[in-house]
């Protein structure tokens, strides 16, 4: 019987040239990413085409408030190098820069393409790039065609047990979901990534530094580092935190092997010395944008307005399913205090893997970025516990010959991959019911949409916009003007600035105090729509210290009077 089940042990390889990737396999691949990416354009043709006559959808499925940000940076960089925070009334210098909206406005210039059609060629880009570069990365770690099969689509669907979150809320919980971030936290998730935070999915190309360095070290070559460490240069100047998980997974890895070989892995200290010194200058950047500038370093300091963590660690098979369970057992059945013997793949993917459970705990408040990427090496030990331990064990029990063992192993890989994917089911289709709401964020009135366009012609770059949050997290990317209230992060004092709107708006506020904010932050234009108008009865029209600069509908933009 184990002779008949050699052919399902995972086989580690040492030399790229030991597997060869069929272009049949590649053109799997390329078909998987496009059907995955029409079944993802679905909600967002929905939202357009549903949209009713007074409302417009803004093009953005999933987290609003950040992805406006990003599209505040895609309109500065459309005319400069560097931007300004328009999130905030502060008056600042353009002084931040990010690599892949610059990359993202330029082109978009060129084309002739605003953020909302930018960003869905970020999305189809981006996911083509990731899932041929996991196939390639897999493709090292398994000769055979139906784990390398395996892991791949673990990869990009496989996701947490959410959905029991979910059937609890309809059940026992009186409608309350208990732990919300465990089932839409979007980093681990590949599948939910792509539907709606694709900067995620273009952020964990991270790890081709890896491929790279692998391949490198097979060949023990230096000349992979060096590449390695310009690609890894040109990510972090996208996401300077990645640089903590590209060091974070090398050192580990290095570690384990000296450990092994009971000496220093020269080649291993090299190429980290050669990543390090070519990569980590947009990480200095990046500390001393927030240690330097006020402005920055008040915009750190406000992370934890989200209060978005990793999990704590007894609800990280909630956040992540079942193929971390498999992962987590895979591990640890391997042993992982005996390295002797063990190959220099395990080793990485043992070392990836751990060290992640460090990284994702980080005393920094972006902590639970470092989930992103982490589904890699959790589908990668997961397939090796597939092959090595689950489908031996049923076949025993069954006693089946050869080929019905293949035929057990795609069974029980086809229920397990579908089992993992069951909250991502969900997800998908709670994106139709949430977008038939018409409602904000989503949806702005068509009326709100000529305010903006007025504001965009009207309003000078530096003037300030005041309205309520719903509208203000548009008001940059839209306009080009500073919001006095945009983001939990962006916006300083963003729990001042959001208790100073409700005062502006609410009837009982004394008139004065309603001009002091207006000084106080040199506020040039009040925005009052529908939903200024809920936020506190508050008639502006009435108001003689205000005048009429534009009106539409239920709309309306006000000025500070001027003084006589």
Same mark, same amino acid.
């Given at each position: 019987?184990?002779?008949?089940?050699?052919?399902?042990?995972?086989?580690?390889?040492?030399?790229?040239?030991?597997?060869?990737?069929?272009?049949?396999?590649?053109?799997?691949?390329?078909?998987?990413?496009?059907?995955?990416?029409?079944?993802?354009?679905?909600?967002?043709?929905?939202?357009?085409?549903?949209?009713?006559?007074?409302?417009?959808?803004?093009?953005?499925?999933?987290?609003?408030?950040?992805?406006?940000?990003?599209?505040?940076?895609?309109?500065?960089?459309?005319?400069?190098?560097?931007?300004?925070?328009?999130?905030?009334?502060?008056?600042?210098?353009?002084?931040?820069?990010?690599?892949?909206?610059?990359?993202?406005? /330029?082109?978009?210039?060129?084309?002739?393409?605003?953020?909302?059609?930018?960003?869905?060629?970020?999305?189809?880009?981006?996911?083509?790039?990731?899932?041929?570069?996991?196939?390639?990365?897999?493709?090292?770690?398994?000769?055979?065609?139906?784990? /390398?099969?395996?892991?791949?689509?673990?990869?990009?669907?496989?996701?947490?047990?959410?959905?029991?979150?979910?059937?609890?809320?309809?059940?026992?919980?009186?409608?309350?979901?208990?732990?919300?971030?465990?089932?839409?936290?979007?980093?681990?998730?590949?599948?939910?990534?792509?539907?709606?935070?694709?900067?995620?999915?273009?952020?964990?190309?991270?790890?081709?530094?890896?491929?790279?360095?692998?391949?490198?070290?097979?060949?023990?070559?230096?000349?992979?580092?060096?590449?390695?460490?310009?690609?890894?240069?040109?990510?972090?100047?996208?996401?300077?935190?990645?640089?903590?998980?590209?060091?974070?997974?090398?050192?580990?890895?290095?570690?384990?092997?000296?450990?092994?070989? /009971?000496?220093?892995?020269?080649?291993?200290?090299?190429?980290?010395?050669?990543?390090?010194?070519?990569?980590?200058?947009?990480?200095?950047?990046?500390?001393?944008?927030?240690?330097?500038?006020?402005?920055?370093?008040?915009?750190?300091?406000?992370?934890?307005?989200?209060?978005?963590?990793?999990?704590?660690?007894?609800?990280?098979?909630?956040?992540?399913?079942?193929?971390?369970?498999?992962?987590?057992?895979?591990?640890?059945?391997?042993?992982?205090?005996?390295?002797?013997?063990?190959?220099?793949?395990?080793?990485?993917?043992?070392?990836?893997?751990?060290?992640?459970?460090?990284?994702?705990?980080?005393?920094?408040?972006?902590?639970?970025?470092?989930?992103?990427?982490?589904?890699?090496?959790? @589908?990668?030990?997961?397939?090796?516990?597939?092959?090595?331990?689950?489908?031996?064990?049923?076949?025993?029990?069954?006693?089946?010959?050869?080929?019905?063992?293949?035929?057990?192993?795609?069974?029980?890989?086809?229920?397990?991959?579908?089992?993992?994917?069951?909250?991502?089911?969900?997800?998908?289709?709670?994106?139709?019911?949430?977008?038939?709401?018409?409602?904000?964020?989503?949806?702005?009135?068509?009326?709100?949409?000529?305010?903006?366009?007025?504001?965009?012609?009207?309003?000078?770059?530096?003037?300030?916009?005041?309205?309520?949050?719903?509208?203000?997290?548009?008001?940059?990317?839209?306009?080009?003007?500073? @919001?006095?209230?945009?983001?939990?992060?962006?916006?300083?004092?963003?729990?001042?600035?959001?208790?100073?709107?409700?005062?502006?708006?609410?009837?009982?506020?004394?008139?004065?105090?309603? /001009?002091?904010?207006?000084?106080?932050?040199?506020?040039?234009?009040?925005?009052?729509?529908?939903?200024?108008?809920?936020?506190?009865?508050?008639?502006?029209?009435?108001?003689?210290?205000?005048?009429?600069?534009?009106?539409?509908?239920?709309?309306?933009?006000?000025?500070?009077?001027?003084?006589?």
């Amino acid at each position: 019987m184990q002779a008949e089940l050699s052919y399902t042990s995972v086989q580690a390889k040492e030399d790229a040239a030991a597997v060869e990737v069929t272009r049949q396999e590649w053109l799997f691949v390329i078909v998987t990413a496009l059907v995955v990416l029409i079944v993802t354009m679905l909600p967002y043709l929905y939202a357009y085409w549903s949209a009713p006559p007074d409302r417009q959808f803004m093009g953005v499925i999933y987290n609003v408030p950040d992805h406006m940000q990003y599209f505040s940076w895609f309109r500065e960089f459309g005319e400069s190098n560097l931007s300004a925070n328009k999130l905030t009334p502060e008056p600042n210098e353009p002084i931040f820069f990010n690599l892949l909206w610059w990359g993202m406005a /330029r082109i978009g210039g060129v084309l002739g393409i605003g953020y909302a059609g930018m960003y869905q060629i970020l999305r189809w880009t981006a996911t083509i790039l990731f899932l041929l570069l996991v196939y390639r990365m897999v493709s090292w770690f398994f000769a055979d065609r139906l784990q /390398r099969t395996t892991a791949f689509l673990l990869i990009l669907f496989g996701a947490g047990f959410g959905w029991v979150l979910i059937l609890m809320k309809y059940t026992i919980t009186n409608g309350e979901l208990l732990w919300p971030l465990d089932v839409y936290v979007a980093e681990p998730n590949t599948f939910l990534s792509i539907l709606g935070s694709p900067h995620f999915v273009a952020a964990a190309l991270y790890m081709f530094v890896f491929d790279l360095v692998l391949r490198g070290q097979a060949k023990n070559q230096l000349r992979y580092a060096v590449y390695a460490g310009l690609f890894a240069l040109f990510m972090g100047w996208q996401h300077a935190y990645d640089l903590l998980i590209v060091y974070g997974v090398l050192g580990a890895y290095g570690l384990l092997v000296w450990i092994r070989d /009971r000496k220093l892995p020269m080649y291993l200290l090299w190429s980290g010395l050669i990543i390090g010194v070519i990569s980590v200058w947009p990480a200095l950047y990046s500390v001393w944008l927030t240690t330097h500038d006020p402005l920055w370093e008040q915009v750190l300091a406000q992370f934890a307005n989200a209060g978005v963590y990793s999990p704590p660690l007894y609800r990280l098979p909630v956040l992540l399913g079942l193929p971390f369970l498999l992962a987590l057992f895979t591990a640890l059945r391997q042993n992982p205090f005996k390295l002797r013997g063990v190959s220099n793949n395990d080793l990485f993917v043992r070392g990836w893997f751990w060290i992640s459970f460090v990284l994702i705990y980080l005393p920094v408040d972006y902590q639970i970025h470092m989930l992103n990427g982490w589904q890699v090496p959790i @589908a990668i030990l997961a397939t090796q516990g597939i092959f090595a331990y689950v489908v031996p064990v049923l076949a025993h029990r069954s006693a089946l010959g050869k080929t019905l063992v293949r035929r057990l192993a795609i069974t029980t890989v086809a229920i397990i991959i579908a089992f993992s994917a069951f909250t991502n089911i969900y997800l998908f289709g709670w994106r139709f019911y949430d977008l038939n709401r018409h409602d904000y964020p989503y949806y702005l009135y068509q009326d709100e949409i000529a305010a903006l366009r007025w504001l965009e012609a009207n309003a000078a770059s530096e003037v300030v916009v005041l309205s309520s949050l719903a509208i203000g997290q548009y008001i940059p990317a839209e306009t080009g003007a500073h @919001a006095f209230l945009a983001h939990w992060a962006q916006t300083v004092d963003y729990y001042g600035k959001e208790a100073a709107v409700a005062r502006f708006f609410d009837v009982a506020t004394p008139e004065q105090k309603r /001009r002091q904010i207006v000084a106080d932050f040199g506020v040039d234009y009040v925005f009052w729509g529908p939903m200024e108008q809920a936020i506190g009865n508050y008639i502006l029209s009435d108001d003689a210290n205000f005048q009429v600069m534009f009106t539409q509908g239920n709309v309306a933009i006000f000025a500070p009077a001027e003084t006589p």
